[in-house]
């Protein structure tokens, strides 16, 4: 089918598995696939992981989860969301590890437990400051009183989940780990052990000191982009992502004729004006045309006018491109470089917005 394509690189993504896992000194990697692995493909993602010796996956639904064990999928796989009561069978069947975030979610395990005599693999979710999901101080205690008087449902893991740990200031983020590390020194107190403690996703595994974990969750940096630009390191990710489109018209338009809705595009000479296959509906962003440009055999050339649901017009100037050329929209092609962060920081949005969008009729294909 004609229209864009995602080019995932796959030896990328385990070079950036590589790159962070050196950083953080071999600490074991929870790679996080949830959202079709950011708009990358969670099963080919996490398959080509798996085999390069990643051994624990996140995931946010119970169906991503399930999904990638139909795929055959072997390692750990912690599920975010909220518990649902009526998926803890499905969890039990496709070992996942649910997350207890409110004490009715391990309320329902017990009455699960009576019934069946099973319970899922587990992990206590506090809350540290996100106000998302987790745990506060008074219900943790109460849930870890539970469990020591419920000992066949046995919790592996405590995490929590940073809200700043990607910005210049840190001090919200050091408030939160001295939280956690209050409600780890509880658990000791009670005398109660799990062999998994994880706090960090990408900003935090740049930015701040985790020797108290065992784990960090990695999801952005696996595919490429550094979380925000507040960060700043030296380590070195490198795209996973191509995303191209096929050139499908060509035509030579007059100075001063209007290109796209709105016409607030407005060609400043005689000019080619080409017809790329993609659109908002495939997850380019429509607001990207104001500075927007994409790359075509070695040269930049301007985005003219709104993104369009399924097209986008660029200016090539004097230049003649081929139809069914692909330009590229986001990634590398030799020195050429489109970063999401790049896109990101001109249209005040961020990596994960843009890339979990790609879709809709992009085909993913995979090398490496
Ligand atoms: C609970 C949880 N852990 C880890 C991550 C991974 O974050 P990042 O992609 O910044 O590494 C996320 C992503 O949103 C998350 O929701």
């Not at 700043?164 to 939160?176: H, K, M, N, R, V």
């Not at 930015?207 to 969750?217: E, L």
């Not at 470089?337 to 896109?343: C, K, L, P, W």
Request: proline share 3%.
């Amino acid at each position: 089918m004609r229209g864009p394509e995602a080019i995932i690189n796959l030896s990328h993504l385990k070079t950036n598995y590589d790159t962070v896992k050196n950083h953080l000194n071999g600490k074991r990697i929870m790679a996080v696939v949830k959202a079709n692995g950011y708009g990358h493909g969670s099963i080919p993602c996490s398959i080509a992981l798996e085999n390069h010796g990643c051994d624990f996956f996140g995931v946010f639904s119970i169906e991503e989860g399930i999904e990638l064990r139909n795929a055959g999928l072997k390692s750990d796989i912690l599920v975010f969301s909220a518990l649902d009561p009526t998926t803890i069978n499905d969890a039990v069947k496709n070992n996942l590890i649910l997350n207890i975030s409110d004490k009715s979610h391990l309320d329902a395990l017990i009455i699960f437990y009576k019934r069946k005599s099973k319970v899922p693999r587990i992990h206590i979710k506090v809350d540290t400051g996100m106000t998302r999901l987790g745990l506060e101080i008074d219900e943790f205690k109460e849930v870890l009183q539970l469990l020591i008087e419920n000992p066949e449902i046995k919790c592996e893991g405590i995490y929590s989940h940073f809200a700043t740990a990607d910005e210049g200031d840190l001090s919200y983020a050091f408030e939160q780990e001295k939280k956690f590390k209050f409600i780890l020194n509880l658990a000791d107190q009670l005398d109660y052990q799990v062999n998994d403690i994880h706090f960090s996703n990408s900003g935090a595994a740049l930015n701040i000191d985790q020797s108290y974990c065992n784990i960090t969750r990695v999801g952005m940096l696996l595919y490429g982009a550094l979380p925000s630009n507040e960060i700043q390191t030296s380590l070195f990710v490198q795209p996973v992502m191509n995303f191209v489109a096929p050139i499908v018209s060509i035509r030579s338009v007059a100075k001063n004729t209007y290109v796209s809705y709105g016409g607030v595009y407005k060609t400043n000479s005689k000019t080619n004006i080409a017809v790329i296959q993609c659109g908002f509906a495939d997850g380019l962003p429509r607001s990207w045309f104001k500075n927007g440009y994409i790359y075509y055999n070695g040269k930049q050339y301007r985005i003219a006018g709104r993104i369009c649901m399924d097209q986008f017009m660029v200016d090539f100037g004097d230049d003649i491109p081929k139809i069914d050329d692909k330009v590229l929209i986001i990634g590398r092609d030799g020195n050429n470089e489109i970063r999401f962060e790049t896109i990101a920081n001109s249209i005040q949005t961020t990596p994960y917005v843009l890339s979990t969008a790609i879709g809709g009729r992009t085909q993913r294909i995979y090398h490496g």
